[in-house]
């Protein structure tokens, strides 16, 4: 609930930029603008490292709007969830700072989409992070990448998923829903 404005602003946006004729292809990079808030900070005085993430959200709704994915979502019932992510850090923000959100899908693989979230301030990159996502049915279920390419077409040159994100979500996937994941540490 705490970026709600923050995303409905980014969604009117991305709607207009839409309308304005600035659809955006399937590599291009999304860029949404940001100021860090004082409810971005923690005691540190920096953006919290889990906003970060959450700041990220911003960019993929001007990413699944402004490609017209977010149309077709819509139309068929289905809805995006992250199943993995990972970041990298490089340096902190602070409160009042100014950057950018840059946004872009890297491919797929025959379980995931994903994306590329930056976080730049005047050209430099603060921190990096990489997100797999599944798209469901709200009826329940997942969308095959055939279905999901049949309805929006299948975007051309994408390069294949490097190997270490092959290797970091075999590595760090859970087990299925269908199946048990008992807590135990070893």
């Known amino acids: 609930m705490n ?6 602003i980014t969604m009117l946006r991305a709607r207009l930029s839409l309308r304005r004729g600035n659809a955006l292809g399937p590599r291009d990079v999304s860029t949404v603008r940001v100021t860090t808030l004082p409810t ?3 005691l540190l005085r920096h953006m919290n490292n889990g906003r970060y ?3 990220m959200d911003l960019g993929r709704w001007d990413l699944l709007v402004r490609t017209g994915l977010m149309d077709a979502m819509k139309e068929h019932g289905w809805y995006a969830v992250v199943s993995a992510e990972t970041i990298t850090f490089r340096k902190s923000l602070t409160l009042g700072q100014r950057f950018d959100i840059e946004s872009r899908l890297l491919g797929h693989d025959d379980r995931a989409i994903f994306l590329e979230h930056r976080v730049v301030v005047k050209g430099e990159i603060y921190a990096r992070a990489i997100v797999g996502a599944r798209m469901v049915r709200r009826s329940g279920g997942t969308v095959s990448h055939e279905e999901l390419f049949a309805a929006i077409g299948r975007p051309e040159g994408l390069p294949d998923i490097a190997d270490w994100i092959e290797d970091w979500m075999r590595e760090s996937r859970l087990p299925s829903t269908r199946r048990p994941a008992p807590s135990t540490w070893s």
């Open 3 to 8: 970026l709600i404005w923050r995303t409905l």
């Open 53 to 55: 993430l959450s700041l």
């Open 40 to 42: 971005d900070l923690d």
